[in-house]
Nanobody
Framework: QVQLVESGGGLVQAGGSLRLSCVASGRSFSLYAMDWHRQAPGKQRELVAR???????NYADSVKGRFTISRDNAKNTVYLQMNNLKREDTAVYYC???????WGKGTQVTVSA
């Protein structure tokens, strides 16, 4: 049974930083890309960052230069380092192996003024 468990969210002031983690269990995703998505209240879920199996990365324009995605295949874990957080980054953050349809419960990130 595949499980994805996100953690590291919380309440932070604008300009602050958080590091999210996502641990996968049940199978290895080292051969697949891993994504971070987010969903803000009243908005559709959006792709924030992707890291391929080879380590190439892509980011949404809204987070470029502020967020960094990384992975540790030995730990079956993907990370999202978020710096210079803005209020508009407030959302529930989810990781997802691509192209698999597994989702975790997400971790809440709230950025205050």
């Amino acid at each position: 049974q595949v499980q994805l468990v996100e953690s590291g969210g919380g309440l932070v002031q604008a300009g602050g930083s958080l590091r999210l983690s996502c641990v996968a269990s049940g199978r290895s995703f080292s051969l697949y890309a891993m994504d971070w998505h987010r969903q803000a209240p009243g908005k559709q879920r959006e792709l924030v960052a992707r890291i391929t199996s080879g380590g190439s990365t892509n980011y949404a324009d809204s987070v470029k230069g502020r967020f960094t995605i990384s992975r540790d295949n030995a730990k079956n874990t993907v990370y999202l380092q978020m710096n210079n957080l803005k209020r508009e980054d407030t959302a529930v953050y989810y990781c997802k192996p691509e192209p698999w349809g597994y989702w975790g419960k997400g971790t809440q990130v709230t950025v205050s003024a």
